[in-house]
């Protein structure tokens, strides 16, 4: 998409569209054009109206007597709930539906200097991923005129707006791949196509790539991931990714963790045939990471951060990991797997021992982990565990700042006893049902290396989307990319 930032005085902008931002004190862009700021004053006792009857409106005035413009306005302010941002950029996800019903591509936003920067990021976020459609399966109609973006502002404002709008392009369009990679289907996105994407992610970008093959894995000890791949045609793989920058700000080698899971029937304990379909996204965590990482290339923050991606598929076959069967460790515990649908745990024990391996000093992993997180919070919310105070601060202000909802649930260890097994080190499963994402955090809490700072982000209920999300058409949503690089620029921002 091309993005160019404007200058000139509203009335000179050339756009098929204009977009008019507007909150309650007036609008985000003030013209000295006597048409436009009668259109503007008519708009603005309108959206007194509609506001105070709390409905959605978007209007596409093709006559307002304005130069060549369309004139297209909108309000921006939608109650107080909404996270840092989120109104608007749904607004401007609002706009580009409008242009492309109209087939218009050409669309200017016009934002006040005084609040610039941030509004204009959020406004090339809401553009970038509210567009993103996904037409790679479809046999017709693929092919859609790109849109070009134009910003408007003052010339003061001009730089800090360039700045803020590269960046948010790098790290939407990193979030877009992420929604790719999570709607590619489970026969295409196997998990050896992952690691080849990988490999050629740490290429383009000059990283470290190891990527270990089943027979590897199985050689080497990674047991566990192994024993979750071998029932499938497609074989697992454990990817590592090694991104080192010119000179780190930040002390703290990081290491993003992801769950990969390609597909996952639930193995031979088979999930219900009528939502298994879903399970296409479970490798949401590892699309987190791979996104982040992509984000991470293009804008190259000073900081040390290592990637462990663990990729499989649970299948159904004569060769597949069978309840009650007991699996060792890398680290040596052993673990008996009342259920095979408890995999992705498996698996992030190897990613977690990695992480170790690889001397990470803070640990963030990205999971699709339970059924459990989505009933507690639904889709606007990913859990967050972590019993590091410092961490939960800056996660959670990393997910106010970007609209990643995340909320803290607690790592109990109370609850550490319902993991025990009489034959083995550990169950898989908690012999109590209930509170099912902290029983899996408690799993995973024994496979972090020693005196490593840990968080676990189970997404399991924002990975994906059935229906429209905000700004997001249905399906893969990218979750945790924008969150992972914000959170690494405060810390950066607090280090300098
Ligand atoms: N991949 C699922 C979790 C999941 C559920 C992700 C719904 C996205 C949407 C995971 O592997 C799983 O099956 N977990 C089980 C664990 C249970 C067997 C202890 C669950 O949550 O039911
Ligand atoms: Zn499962
Ligand atoms: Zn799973």
């Known amino acids: 998409m091309k993005i160019t930032i404007e200058t000139k005085p509203l009335e000179q902008v050339k756009a098929d569209a204009l977009v008019v931002l507007h909150e309650e004190g007036g609008v985000l862009a003030q013209s000295e054009n006597e048409a436009l700021r009668h259109h503007f004053d008519n708009f603005s006792k309108d959206v007194a109206a509609k506001r105070s009857k709390r409905e959605w409106f978007c209007t596409l005035a093709k006559d307002s007597g304005v130069a060549t413009h369309h004139l297209l306005l ?5 109650g107080d709930w909404a996270p840092h941002d989120e109104s608007l950029k749904i607004t401007a996800a609002r706009a580009v539906d409008l242009c492309r019903q109209h087939s218009l591509t050409k669309l200017a936003f016009a934002v006040h200097h005084t609040v610039a920067p941030t509004k204009a990021a959020a406004i090339v976020e809401g553009v970038i991923l509210g567009d993103f459609q996904d037409t790679r399966f479809k046999s017709s109609d693929r092919e859609r005129a790109a849109l070009e973006l134009k910003i408007v502002v003052s010339p003061d404002a001009a730089k800090d707006v360039r700045a803020a709008v590269d960046r948010a392009v790098a790290i939407s369009e990193a979030q877009n791949m992420a929604r790719e990679l999570l709607n590619a289907p489970n026969n295409v996105l196997t998990p050896e196509a992952m690691a080849d994407h990988a490999v050629a992610l740490a290429k383009r970008h000059g990283m470290k790539v190891t990527v270990l093959d089943e027979k590897q894995l199985r050689k080497q000890g990674y ?81 040390r951060v290592t990637a462990v991606i663990g990729s499989a598929h649970n299948a159904v076959d004569g060769a597949a990991y069978h309840p009650g069967c007991i699996i060792t460790a890398k680290n040596g515990k052993t673990i008996y797997v009342e259920n095979t649908d408890a995999e992705g745990r498996l698996v992030l024990s ?27 919070l639904g889709s606007a919310y990913a859990g967050l565990f972590t019993e590091d105070e410092a961490l939960r601060m800056v996660l959670l202000e990393a997910s106010q700042n970007t609209g990643d909802g995340l909320w803290p649930l607690p790592i109990t260890r109370e609850y550490e006893p319902s993991l025990k097994h009489h034959l083995a080190d550990m169950n898989n499963i908690a012999g109590d049902r209930k509170a099912g994402a902290i029983h899996a955090t408690n799993f995973l809490k024994s496979f972090v290396p020693k005196d490593t700072r840990w968080a676990h982000l189970d997404i399991a209920g924002v990975a994906q989307h059935d229906k429209r999300f905000r700004y997001l058409r249905p399906g893969g949503s990218g979750y945790g990319v924008r969150l992972t690089m914000e959170a690494i620029r405060l810390l950066v921002e607090r280090e300098s």
């Not at 909108?74 to 939608?78: A, L, Q, R, Y």
């Not at 296409?280 to 996104?291: I, P, Q, R, T, Y």
């Open 350 to 376: 190897d990613c977690l021992y990695i992480a170790g391996e690889e001397k990470a000093d803070v640990i963030w992993d990205f999971a699709t982990l339970t059924g459990s997180v989505s009933a507690a």
């Open 223 to 303: 047991l566990p991931t192994w024993n979750v791949g071998r029932g499938s045609e497609y074989p697992p793989r454990i990817i590592v990714i090694r991104y080192t920058p010119k000179k780190a700000v930040l002390r703290e080698h990081l290491a993003l963790v992801g769950k990969g899971m390609t597909f996952d029937s639930g193995g031979l304990c088979i999930k219900p045939g009528d939502s298994m379909h879903r399970m296409n996204g479970d490798m949401g965590g590892a699309a987190a990471v791979l996104g982040a990482m992509e984000a991470i290339g293009r804008l190259r923050p000073p900081v």
């Open 74 to 78: 909108d309000s921006v302010k939608f």
